[in-house]
Nanobody, 116 residues
Framework: QVQLVESGGGLVQPGGSLRLSCAASVSILSIYCMGWYRQAPGKQRELVAAMYSGGRTKYADSVKGRFTISRDNPENTMYLQMNSLKPEDTAVYYC??????????WGQGTQVTVSS
């Protein structure tokens, strides 16, 4: 069982920045892929950014150049630095850990609201 605890969400004005954190209960080097997803009201959950154990990353087109995924291996923590935030980035953001194709875990989610 892997536990994921997100933090860092909140209310920010358009153009502002936030950094989300996801602390894992296991070594993140043992996790095949860690990612951030988001779900806005009335919409499906979507991938925002992901990082594989080897360091390769991928981003949704809508956040490329604005968001950066990173990790601190000794702290077993993954981050999502979000810059130039837009109202359409408003959503609940979830941390995901994919151990294998059939084993994955989710955090509880953290609300990000971009509004003036």
């Amino acid at each position: 069982q892997v536990q994921l605890v997100e933090s860092g969400g909140g209310l920010v004005q358009p153009g502002g920045s936030l950094r989300l954190s996801c602390a894992a209960s296991v070594s993140i080097l043992s996790i095949y892929c860690m990612g951030w997803y988001r779900q806005a009201p009335g919409k499906q959950r979507e991938l925002v950014a992901a990082m594989y154990s080897g360091g390769r990353t991928k981003y949704a087109d809508s956040v490329k150049g604005r968001f950066t995924i990173s990790r601190d291996n000794p702290e077993n923590t993954m981050y999502l630095q979000m810059n130039s935030l837009k109202p359409e980035d408003t959503a609940v953001y979830y941390c995901n850990a994919e151990m294998t194709v059939v084993e994955e875990y989710w955090g509880q989610g953290t609300q990000v609201t971009v509004s003036s």
